[in-house]
């Protein structure tokens, strides 16, 4: 989807490295999100925003960490990234009302590899 | 074809069959519940929602139901193509904008 972006789109990188992957929307939404996705766990929301320099924990959020210094930005941080941090990512964002005239619309994914 | 709850990972169906996915949710307090598709390589992809105080929502060829009292949704895709295969989510929305996602079924459409 054009309004949402995710970069970079792949990624390998060595275990015990920090790595950060960034978020991009310009649907002037309020909420952000990151996901991963896993085989036999759908996705599991790690972190969310609900707001500029408001963010909380999801269900998975051990290992990494968010910011949001601007509305159309959400940057996910793995601090020390691990091999259990393989994992496609995917970020989505949405305003507020109704979910088919504001959006839960997703990014295409970054794909993470940790060696 | 017919699933059954979010433990049944698949389903094969045939070209021109209606298709009936099914998902079992969690929170008796969810807003919203939408359905997503996902295709390979991409990211998941509206396909309709509703509403917590409705109990059926038709789209272009998908109607979802919602049943309350045993906490269950269904996805009725008719006249399945080969372009409706792909995985399906299961999401609800509860305490105004956290999305939660099932584990999805995988529909197979076969020619």
């Known amino acids: 989807d054009a309004g949402i972006t995710q970069s970079p789109r792949h990624k390998v990188t060595e275990t015990g490295t920090p790595v950060t992957l960034r978020c991009h929307q310009t649907?002037?939404?309020?909420?952000m999100y990151w996901y991963r996705q896993d085989p036999g766990h759908g996705l599991r929301l790690i972190h969310y925003?609900?707001?500029?320099?408001?963010?909380d924990k999801g269900e998975v959020s051990d290992g990494y960490s968010v910011s949001r210094s601007k509305t159309e930005d959400f940057l996910l941080t793995l601090e020390s990234a691990t091999s259990s941090q393989t994992s496609v990512y995917f970020c989505?964002?949405?305003?507020?009302?109704?979910?088919?005239?504001?959006?839960?619309?997703f990014g295409s994914g970054t794909r993470l590899t940790v060696v | 074809g017919e699933s059954v709850g979010l433990h049944l990972p698949t389903l094969s169906v045939q070209e021109g069959d209606n298709s009936i996915i099914n998902c079992a949710y969690s929170?008796?307090?969810?807003?919203?519940f939408i359905w997503y598709k996902q295709e390979s390589g991409k990211g998941p992809q509206f396909i309709i929602d509703?509403?917590?105080?409705?109990d059926k929502r038709q789209g272009q060829r998908v109607t979802v139901l919602l049943n309350k009292t045993v906490k269950h949704l269904s996805l009725q895709i008719a006249a399945t193509q080969p372009g409706d295969s792909a995985v399906y989510f299961c999401?609800?929305?509860?305490?105004?904008?956290?999305?939660?996602f099932g584990a999805g079924t995988t529909v197979t459409v076969r020619a």
């Open positions: 989505a964002s949405t305003g507020t009302g109704a979910p088919r005239d504001y959006g839960y619309t």
């Open positions: 649907e002037n939404h309020r909420y």
């Open positions: 925003s609900y707001g500029v320099k408001d963010t």
């Open positions: 929170n008796s307090a969810s807003d919203y």
């Open positions: 509703i509403r917590s105080n409705m």
């Open positions: 999401a609800e929305i509860f305490a105004g904008y956290k999305l939660s």
